[in-house]
């Protein structure tokens, strides 16, 4: 330290935080009595030690709360890992012999029961009211009036489509290249419901669902999505990782792959990647249900819409391979 | 396992000068609540698998404080300290004479924390523990896990840093 100009900056420090040693804290201190820019100086930095003096700072009572509960659940789980341990070591095998009695037991109750537990097929009407071009079901070829049941998977080629029919209510109409397979179809005779899983694994669907005596409930999985509804009226699409749902009526209820869920209505039109998406809906997404809404039959090539156009006596809607609308076919009368 | 009642006696001492310590750092009361709560749920945790020493338990907690607030920062990316407008502090003390000096400490302490931005999370770990909780070098010696040579050395720079900061700026 100079005495004769200022403490030094690091010295000061030094003096404010008792490191000095006693005789220089004495030259320090004479210093500071006769300067007053050291002093000033002095000043500012015990200011700036100063404490806040946040004497209202706490945390809330609460969290002491918090910090026994977080106690308590570690001690349970730290008492029942020994507890299990202990258990499992000492009885191992009359454990294990002991679980699977139990998994034989269920699984035999399971399957003499499974029966007559809730399902009864023989109120169950399905079958195929409508085919046009290369149809399957179960990788038989399939017409009008083929009837089908619980997993059948029902195809279509590249240039068909086919009109499925639920006791005479529930309408299923596949278009070109989609596979869908029926995963659960029964009469639950304790809820008195009828009850229905479909799978489109990829391809073009439009239902509608009439449920107003509530029936009914349905759900449909696609390979990134399952969409369960009530009652409604809606054209699926189903492509790898993507869905597309255009609901026309009625409301429906998305979840996908992420567990995100959605409640789609009426006129929305909902896209599924990884998240779920609220699309702008087109004139062509509008043409195309409601052509398949009033039974119009689709098809992409022009020998088989012309030839649904005039068997069916309806208006076809022609499109490309990708669903793309290209032409309208008048209903009996087509290519003029 | 530490017993309940010791968490209890540790929770009682500790909790206030922890508390400060943490929020200092973040500036966030429901953050500084949630923080200390993993400390001592980290004490906790530690003590069923390891013998804990009495004595290192404060420098334990400190410690876990520290580490749990430079993560937060890093994941937030936030290294500021922005005025203190929480309702349930008293921004005046009854310890002041006036509202002026009162209204100039305030503003020196704001303008110390916007300087300490562009400081690292050591030292201001160090600054905070020697200006709020006015802890000796070899407490925060202690507490951080450095030497009280390099506690003393980090603190003769900071505090020069400030005062020329300050100086610039008009405080002196």
């Not at chain 1, 169950?124 to 049941?149: C, H, P, R, W, Y």
Request: glycine letters at 4%.
């Amino acid at each position: 330290m100079n005495m004769n100009n200022h403490i030094k900056r690091k010295d000061l420090i030094d003096f404010l935080f008792g490191t000095e040693n006693g005789v220089f804290r004495r030259k320090i201190e004479d210093h500071l009595s006769g300067c007053q820019h050291c002093k000033r100086e002095f000043k500012l930095l015990k200011k700036i030690f100063q404490s806040s003096n946040n004497t209202n700072l706490e945390p809330s009572e609460n969290l002491y709360n918090r910090i026994l509960s977080s106690y308590n659940n570690l001690q349970s789980e730290k008492r029942s890992g020994k507890t299990a341990k202990k258990f499992v070591k000492k009885n191992f095998k009359p454990v294990l012999v002991s679980a699977f009695s139990f998994l034989f037991i269920a699984a035999a109750f399971f399957v003499l029961n499974k029966s007559r537990v809730n399902k009864d097929l023989s109120k169950l009407s399905m079958v195929i009211n409508n085919v046009i071009g290369d149809v399957s079901v179960d990788n038989v070829e399939a017409g009008k009036q083929t009837k089908f049941g619980e997993s059948s998977i029902i195809k279509t080629g590249d240039n068909s489509s086919a009109e499925i029919l639920f006791n005479d209510r529930i309408l299923i109409k596949v278009t070109c290249n989609t596979i869908l397979k029926i995963e659960r179809a029964f009469y639950n005779k304790e809820e008195e419901k009828y009850n229905f899983s479909f799978i489109v694994k990829k391809g073009v669907v439009y239902s509608s669902f009439n449920n107003d005596d509530r029936k009914y409930k349905y759900r449909l999985k696609t390979p990134n999505s399952s969409i369960r509804s009530s009652g409604s009226e809606f054209l699926l699409s189903a492509s790898g990782k993507k869905t597309v749902l255009l609901v026309s009526d009625g409301t429906m209820v998305i979840k996908s792959g992420n567990g995100d869920e959605v409640a789609a209505f009426r006129n929305q039109k909902y896209i599924v990647t990884d998240k779920i998406s609220l699309k702008k809906i087109t004139r062509k997404d509008k043409d195309l249900a409601a052509w398949i809404k009033d039974k119009k039959v689709i098809s992409d090539k022009k020998t088989i819409a012309e030839k649904g156009s005039r068997e069916l006596n309806v208006e076809v809607a022609l499109t490309d391979k990708c669903g793309k609308l290209r032409s309208i076919l008048e209903k009996g009368n087509p290519g003029q | 396992m530490l017993e309940i009642e010791k968490i209890d006696s540790l929770y009682k001492d500790l909790k206030n000068e922890l508390f400060v310590y943490i929020y200092r750092f973040i500036n966030s009361y429901e953050l500084s609540e949630d923080i200390l709560h993993d400390c001592f749920i980290n004490l906790i945790k530690y003590s069923m698998k390891n013998e804990v020493n009495e004595k290192s338990i404060r420098a334990f907690l400190y410690r876990t404080a520290h580490n749990l607030c430079i993560n937060f920062l890093k994941r937030n990316s936030k290294f500021s300290f922005s005025d203190i407008e929480e309702t349930n502090i008293s921004k005046y003390s009854s310890s002041y004479d006036n509202v002026e000096a009162e209204i100039e400490v305030e503003e020196l302490n704001s303008k110390i924390y916007k300087l300490l931005e562009n400081i690292d999370e050591f030292s201001k770990s160090i600054f905070i523990m020697k200006k709020e909780m006015n802890l000796s070098f070899a407490q925060i010696a202690e507490n951080t896990g450095i030497s009280e040579r390099t506690v003393r050395r980090k603190m003769k720079k900071l505090s020069v840093y400030l005062m020329d900061e300050l100086k610039k700026t008009g405080f002196i």
